[in-house]
């Protein structure tokens, strides 16, 4: 008769049978031979503390395979009271939700890399992306009588299907042969579901959706962009650069990121509640009442911000009052990334943008679509006139066709009533029709530094 009443290797209970037992925990096997056998008490602790230490590093062996991330794609800790697979779609950390095709494939870059997203043609229906042998593979998820599949075994969610093809290595499918190797985390910082924030009131409307004041459940005040379901594809990727930017940003004079949700449409961008507006309404609602040293400082805020994304080699490609915010203790945040490119080589082209805002754009930019921190300069120069002027729109009396004509023609604005000389210096030299003229922001940084610091 069997004697044992424990398992060596994870001291779980015993199951007998008729010629073995088993580990109700583990599943490790005992025959008969393994047993104590009727002896003294000595001779069995003695047996023990060998079979201890045999099995010791077998205990150890399976203990790892049941920590470890890499046997499937089950438990992400020996304790965790709920296996992975079991957890909601949403849960999982390679699922990216509704982002667009395109952004799906740059995140993945070796053999194996896959992700699960939300079609964007087709709302509700869910697609595998892999890279396999130099492609990126997109494969929809079938749903056939109440089963997720490919080809094979159907299973009644999917993340039981992604981690049976992950765990076993059975091929999507036969005649493609990719193979699931290394499944592709969203960045979990960045993200939130649509469950964490609650829409408040309708505050703006743009290009990509409409604006709305929002609350998370910890109470914090937030802006929530959203996105046109019926938008396409083209639009809906312009729309989460905005937040791909701005997750590689932090300072005080650029509007801050807070998180997207992308797990299902539409898609929200979660960015903080600057309280005070756009700067151009700002402008417009408080001109009696902003002094000089206050529109100086508005004028610093804007150029730090804009120095600190030349650094980061960032062009915003859309600088204006409008597309500024006013937060608390009046500091002015530069916003609306929608248009903003980041560019190693620091000059980005572009031959297709449908929407150009022409009494803000450079000459350069305007003639041969060649965006830099330098055509950013010269926008400067036009939120720098707008700033001073408390809000009127550039080139008075003037059509978008007109002030191009004029511009390139060599017409520059004049001052605006009441403005500084220096200030107005630096206008014309941001207006320097060749850009390689136009200063820096950084020294533009410096020169207003000065300034504020000379009016009292």
């Not at 304790?79 to 995140?107: F, M, N, T, V």
């Not at 801050?256 to 961008?269: E, S």
Request: net charge positive; proline share 5%; glycine share 6%.
């Amino acid at each position: 008769m069997l004697k044992k009443s424990k398992c060596f290797c994870c001291e779980g209970k015993l199951q007998p049978s008729s010629d073995s037992q088993s580990c109700q925990t583990c599943a490790v096997r005992y025959s008969k031979e393994a047993a104590f056998p009727s002896t003294s008490e000595e001779k069995r602790d003695q047996e023990r503390k060998e079979r201890l230490s045999k099995f010791e590093s077998i205990r150890h062996s399976i203990a790892g395979m049941i920590r470890s991330p890499k046997s499937s794609l089950g438990t992400s800790t020996f304790c965790d009271s709920i296996p992975i697979i079991e957890k909601p779609l949403a849960e999982q950390d390679w699922y990216h939700g509704a982002i667009p095709r395109i952004e799906a494939q740059d995140l993945l870059k070796q053999q194996g890399d896959f992700l699960v997203r939300e079609s964007h043609g087709k709302p509700g229906e869910y697609v595998l992306s892999v890279f396999s042998d130099g492609q990126r593979r997109h494969f929809i998820i079938q749903f056939v009588n109440n089963l997720y599949r490919f080809e094979g075994t159907g299973f009644s969610n999917i993340p039981q299907l992604i981690d049976h093809h992950y765990t076993t290595k059975q091929v999507i499918t036969k005649k493609s042969g990719v193979v699931l190797l290394n499944p592709i985390p969203k960045d979990k910082k960045w993200v939130l579901n649509h469950e964490d924030v609650i829409l408040g009131e309708l505050i703006g409307k743009g290009n990509f959706g409409e604006v709305f004041k929002g609350t998370l459940k910890d109470k914090t005040a937030v802006a929530v962009k959203t996105c046109k379901e019926d938008l396409p594809q083209e639009l809906k990727i312009k729309f989460l650069q905005e937040a791909k930017i701005l997750k590689q940003y932090d300072h005080p004079n650029i509007v801050k990121l807070i998180g997207v949700c992308t797990q299902r449409q539409p898609i929200y961008i979660i960015m903080e509640l600057v309280p005070g507006g756009d700067f151009l309404s700002f402008l417009r609602k408080k001109k009696d009442e902003i002094k000089l040293k206050q529109l100086v400082k508005f004028s610093l805020d804007a150029a730090s911000g804009m120095a600190y994304l030349e650094s980061k080699n960032c062009i915003h490609r859309d600088l204006a009052a409008r597309n500024c915010l006013v937060g608390e203790n009046n500091v002015l945040k530069i916003s609306d990334f929608g248009m903003s490119r980041q560019e190693d080589g620091g000059v980005y082209s572009s031959s297709g943008l449908k929407q150009i805002p022409i009494k803000w754009t450079a000459p350069e930019a305007l003639n041969y679509g060649r965006y830099s921190s330098e055509s950013d300069v010269w926008s400067f120069g036009i939120l720098l006139w707008e700033t001073f002027s408390l809000g009127v729109c550039p080139y008075p009396g003037m059509t978008n066709q007109q002030a191009r004509e004029q511009v390139e023609r060599g017409y520059r604005m004049s001052a605006p009533q009441h403005c500084p000389e220096d200030i107005f210096k630096i206008m014309m030299k941001c207006w320097d029709y060749k850009p390689e003229n136009r200063p820096k922001f950084t020294e533009l940084q410096k020169e207003l530094t000065v300034i504020k610091k000379k009016i009292t």
